[in-house]
């Protein structure tokens, strides 16, 4: 049986890793069939992660800290945790493949997931003209008309990016100020191709296979509008990824994965929780990578623990 599963690959994820493999506990990272690398896989220029001076592309960024973790013995599987039983002292992880890892304790960093609108269609047209990644599907809007809606930092980082291939740009936002950061606020009003506008929602999706226009209601007087656009970027935050553990470990009444104090340790002993599934408030990718590290020394310290007893009980 291993000592860890560590079940997420973002900033958390591979942070653990590192600290776990460097401590010898031989770490097997569940890092998700296609979605390797969690949120920043979506993010252009990553300019706020300490010791990349000049900004480092996400992907890039997580690559390296993959590198980083297999370097010192991490191994990685691609697949998807499916199931999780955590009701025993041996951790059970059932993978989309329908392996089963066993282990003695288990790092939850599975992160979060991209918030959808909530209105008809949204699925429907996801893939024909939605998009929750501008780096992902940008290219797809050259010379064309889009709309970006959200007011925090990852709709204006959506809004700058789009304004490389689209010709306008519209940055909906369902109040008259924005939450983001002033400094991507300020790139974004800089920018000629971005036009704000405010207190708006969409409260309605058009076209026919292929999204040609959203309907606009406006917050303060409820009128409606239409509004033409080629393609919709969704940028309205994210959700902890809790499903697998809802029934499982204690949840917070914001959603997020409870954990006591500063430390890594769920509900359930020998299971650990790091990163955007356990934040709801800081959520960067430094303060994910430093929840691993609290999550891998949380486990270690564990594991420690259990060795010593059952040095004791084999004694005894
Ligand atoms: P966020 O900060 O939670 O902002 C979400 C935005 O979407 C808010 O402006 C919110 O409006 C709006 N919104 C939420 N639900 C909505 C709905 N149903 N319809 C319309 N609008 C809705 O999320 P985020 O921008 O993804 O950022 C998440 C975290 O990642 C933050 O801590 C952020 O600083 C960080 N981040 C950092 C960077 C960077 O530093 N480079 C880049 C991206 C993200 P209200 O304001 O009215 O609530």
Known sequence: MRDLIIIGSGPAGWTAAIYAARANLKPVVIASQVEVG?????????????????????????????????????????????????????????????????????????????????????????????????????????????????????????????????????????????????????????????????????????????????????TVTGETRELAVDGLFIAIGNDPRTHLVHDVLEISPEGTIAVDGRTSRTSVPGVFAAGDVIDPTYRQAVTAAASGTVAALDAEHFLAALSDREKVVASA
């Open 38 to 218: 969690g949120e920043l896989m979506n993010t252009t220029e990553v300019e706020n992660f300490p010791g990349f001076p000049e900004g480092i592309m996400g992907p890039d960024l997580m690559a390296k800290m993959q590198q980083q973790a297999e370097r010192f013995g991490t191994e990685v599987v691609y697949d998807d945790a499916a199931a999780v039983d955590f009701s025993g002292e041996v951790k059970r992880v059932t993978l989309g493949s329908g392996t089963v890892e066993e282990a003695k304790a288990v790092i939850f960093a599975t992160g979060s997931a991209n918030r959808k609108l909530g209105i008809p269609r949204e699925d429907e047209l996801s893939g024909y003209g939605i998009s929750w990644c501008a780096t992902c599907d940008g290219f797809f809007f050259r010379e064309k008309t889009i709309a970006v809606v959200g007011g925090g930092d990852s709709a204006m980082e959506e809004a700058t990016f789009l304004t490389k291939f689209a010709s306008k740009v519209y940055l909906i936002h369902r109040r008259d100020e924005f939450r983001a950061s002033q400094i991507m606020q300020q790139r974004a009003f800089d920018n000629e191709k971005i036009e704000v506008i405010w207190n708006s929602e969409i409260a309605e999706l058009q076209g026919e296979s292929a999204l040609s226009g959203v309907v606009l209601r406006d």
